[in-house]
């Protein structure tokens, strides 16, 4: 996207170079990394930084509407509809597919949107491997609104520890070490030094939660909740002490609700000219006459599954329960990241954090996807090179 830095950065490429990157996270985080780290960082100028900044804006002016919450009561399953849920979601990603407009210039349009847990802690060592290892140019920043980790880091430890005991603050998760994410946990502890705690092991006393450590029943004040519900389903016949929608006296970041609220559901509430167009399936007296032009996307999945990408009127007509679909317009991804072996296309994650002392959310860092495959994503990847995940180092100014 800047031809001069993106031809010195090539220029400098080499195999060894990104095998030694690869082989230093490995040997920092042992049998941790379970997934594909791209060849690059992407450096993003600041026209496109600025539109980034600006298609966030706009959907958080929906977000923190006061119908917001009423809007989207019906994204909630009955039976996953957990108490004490806050107004805020204190954790909150755009994912941006970087296109073209009508003008030929680079433009955002977004994909999807979640109030869940990312890598941030990942996304922080990401960004300083790569300054380690390749050529980074100044004045450019995987950070945001002035941010440096050490800033970005304090951020991080008042959003999830606040004013709790150390110890009594819990990343969540089902499995935590067969998940794909698993160096973020690492990198929670190495960073926050926040434990990991498989939801099997949580011990449920009344309204109260505890985990074992050293042989000592520690009590739990505030959960880091990293347990992806369509996970969660995998395993029916799973034995806790206790689940996301009882009645305990703990504090989420972020809450289980949320998850649902800003998602996929979310997408037809938006108007901006960096969302395209998207309905409830059930709510279309008829079609749009170019469905060619659209993709079908369940209302409650994860990670790109069950998308249909080529659609017709009899698979739509074949949906029993169009409630739970969604029509987007498709969006053409622009291959903008130009390789060693040809143009790569991009999808660029907003991180954001809400503190409960502020009005919005605020705007951190990011997390970037290269892809050659038809969709983003790891298994639409695997054959491929110069893809994976990344991170942008955006123009400061």
């Known amino acids: 996207m800047i031809p001069e830095i993106r031809q010195q950065y090539n220029a400098q ?112 060592y990401l960004g300083k491997k790569y300054k380690e290892h390749f050529f980074c140019p100044a004045g450019y920043s995987e950070f945001l609104n002035g941010l440096n980790l050490e800033s970005y880091l304090a951020e991080l430890k008042k959003l999830f520890i606040g004013d709790a005991k150390l110890e009594e603050v819990i990343l969540l998760e089902i499995y935590p070490e067969q998940q794909k994410t698993r160096i973020d946990f690492a990198l929670t502890k190495h960073f926050l030094g926040i434990e990991t705690v ?8 009344g309204r109260n939660l505890f985990y074992e450590k050293e042989g000592r029943k520690i009590p739990i004040r505030r959960i880091y909740n990293r347990v992806i519900v369509d996970d969660l389903n995998n395993f029916p016949d799973l034995k806790t002490n206790f689940n996301l929608y009882d009645d305990v006296d703990v504090t989420w970041i972020a809450h289980p609700n949320w998850f649902f609220r800003a998602s996929k559901f979310t997408l037809p509430l938006l108007s901006s000219d960096f969302v395209p167009k998207s309905y409830f399936l059930h709510e279309l007296s008829t079609y749009p006459s170019d469905l060619e032009n659209y993709v079908l996307k369940p209302l409650f999945s994860f990670a790109g599954s069950g998308v249909k990408i080529n659609i017709t009127k009899a698979d739509l007509d074949a949906i029993t329960d169009k409630e739970n679909y969604l029509l987007q317009r498709k969006v053409q991804y622009e291959p903008v990241v130009s390789s060693l072996t040809g143009g790569v296309k991009l999808e660029i994650r907003l991180m954001y954090i809400w503190h409960e002392d502020e009005a919005r959310p605020r705007l951190l860092t990011n997390l970037a996807r290269l892809s050659r495959g038809e969709m983003i994503g790891v298994r639409f990847n695997k ?15």
Not at 198 to 205: D, F, G, M, S, Y
């Open 198 to 205: 498989c939801l099997t092991k949580v011990i449920k006393e």
């Open 383 to 397: 054959d491929f090179d110069w893809v994976g995940g990344t991170v942008c180092f955006m123009e400061e100014g």
């Open 13 to 124: 490429f080499s195999e060894k170079a990104y095998q030694d990157f690869l082989e230093d996270m490995k040997a920092e985080f042992p049998g941790q990394l379970d997934f594909r780290v791209a060849e690059t960082p992407v450096f993003v100028p600041k026209l496109l930084k600025d539109k980034l900044i600006r298609a966030g804006e706009d959907i958080i002016d929906v977000l923190i509407q006061p119908d917001f919450m009423a809007k989207t009561q019906r994204a909630i399953p009955a039976d996953q509809l957990a108490p004490h849920e806050e107004s805020r979601c204190a954790l909150l990603t755009l994912d941006f597919a970087v296109c073209k407009d009508e003008k030929g210039e680079l433009s955002p349009q977004l994909i999807e949107m979640q109030a869940f847990a990312t890598l941030y802690c990942y996304q922080a």
